[in-house]
């Protein structure tokens, strides 16, 4: 045994140099200054091997909720297609309709059947009719009285909230006055949809239509708004097309006037009576809420020649060209109401920001539309068919 491992320990008071009689390895040096030490260099570690792997990945950011588990299968897929609506004719058979989805199985069999294929074409065709178009550029046509019907019927409920304020609330979501505009739409739907219907004397189709425009604007009960309600009001507006009361060349007044009153009338719901996203956060993190707009919307801005995707980041963008294109004012909603980063709030649109044609990313949107609603159990459950969107 050496003198360094028998002898006593060094006091307090010994210099460095005693407390170092043995000299260290050669290979132990100070990591600052490159000096010997008094310990030797831990020994280097082994390389991971299968019996002792390295540890698992952990991100910073976790992955948005809801995000999409089949993207693979969404890239693949064929992009959806203008299909025209087919026309319902005499004698009608018009129906109360009903809930028929309960399972992937019943979601496969509506996708490929013909009501699947033209509810899907029918939203490519609203979509292809606004491609490269300002909301503000005149239309293609009069705005026909139908149109002008429903507008002035959107327009009513949106009187509606100025009549009924909020309640005194603490909840973040969920005022109770929502329950009474609701009240009230559903007591004289009915009558408000009568102009729409009588100048065709198709007034017994109310019946069939109703329940998907009460539908459209959000659930009572759980004081909620999502992407099943706004496919709802899609659905409406496809019933209207069979029963031949808007036809093609209405399409892009559907969009660009019919559609952003609604959708005007959706913020101003969910911004007064602070309906709760329908799901825990709507689709994937595009919006809460919305859907459809964003579609629409990528499809106005289709070759232009300054605004790219990327220009969603641009502030000035947003404040001055919001009123005219519908994705920079879903976009600007979006930054609006919730704070922080975007790409965390919003990593999906982040995402797609970084696609570097508008045509790529409406295709893509279309196929996400069909992917991540029209094929989803929580949603397609409450879509209603009856005898214009039939249960094939």
Same mark, same amino acid.
């Given at each position: 045994?050496?003198?360094h491992e028998s002898g006593p320990l ?40 299968? =019996? ?32 025209? =609506? ?6 009608? #058979? ?21 009501s699947g294929r033209h509810f899907l ?39 509606? =909230? ?31 949809? #009568? ?48 029963? #031949? ?14 559609? =952003? ?50 220009? *969603?980041? #641009?502030?000035? *963008? ?75």
């Open positions: 045994m050496s003198d060094p006091s307090a008071s010994a210099s460095a140099s005693d407390s170092c009689s043995t000299p260290p390895p050669a290979t132990a040096t100070c990591r600052n200054c490159g000096g010997p030490t008094c310990r030797p260099s831990p020994p280097t570690p082994a390389p991971w091997s299968e =019996v002792s792997p390295p540890p698992a990945y952990r991100p910073i950011r976790a992955p948005a909720i809801n995000a999409p588990t089949n993207t693979a299968a969404i890239i693949l897929s064929p992009v959806p297609q203008p299909l025209p =609506v087919p026309l319902a004719t005499p004698p009608y #058979n018009f129906q109360p309709p009903s809930k028929r989805i309960a399972s992937l199985d019943d979601i496969r069999l509506f996708n490929d059947s013909p074409g029918f939203v490519a065709s609203l979509s292809h009719s606004v491609r490269a178009r300002k909301l503000s550029d005149p239309l293609p046509l009069d705005l026909s009285p139908v149109l002008a019907s429903l507008l002035s019927l959107l327009q009513t409920l949106s009187h509606w =909230v100025d009549q009924i304020p909020p309640l005194p609330h603490q909840a973040r979501y969920g005022n109770p006055a929502y329950r009474l505009w609701h009240e009230r739409l559903a007591a004289q739907v009915p009558s408000l949809l #009568n102009p729409v219907l009588s100048a065709a004397g198709l007034e017994a189709a109310e019946v069939e239509l109703v329940p998907y425009l009460l539908d459209s604007f959000g659930n009572a009960t759980r004081i909620d708004y999502g992407t099943g309600h706004e496919t709802n009001f899609a659905a409406f507006l496809y019933c209207l097309a069979s029963l #031949n009361l808007i036809k093609e060349e209405d399409y892009p007044a559907v969009v660009t006037r019919v559609f =952003v009153t609604y959708l005007d009338l959706m913020r101003k719901l969910q911004n007064t009576y602070c309906l709760e996203p329908a799901g825990s956060h709507g689709v994937w993190g595009l919006d809460d809420y919305h859907f459809l707009p964003f579609i629409f919307g990528s499809a106005q801005l289709i070759d232009h020649k300054y605004m790219k995707p990327k220009s *969603i980041h #641009n502030p000035d *963008i947003l404040e001055n060209f919001s009123h005219e294109y519908m994705y920079l004012a879903c976009v600007s909603f979006v930054r609006k109401a919730k704070k922080g980063v975007f790409a965390e709030h919003s990593p999906m649109l982040d995402d797609i920001s970084g696609v570097a044609q508008w045509s790529k990313v409406n295709s893509g949107l279309l196929k996400m539309y069909k992917a991540e609603v029209l094929e989803k159990v929580p949603i397609m459950q409450h879509f209603l068919f009856g005898s214009l969107i039939k249960w094939e």
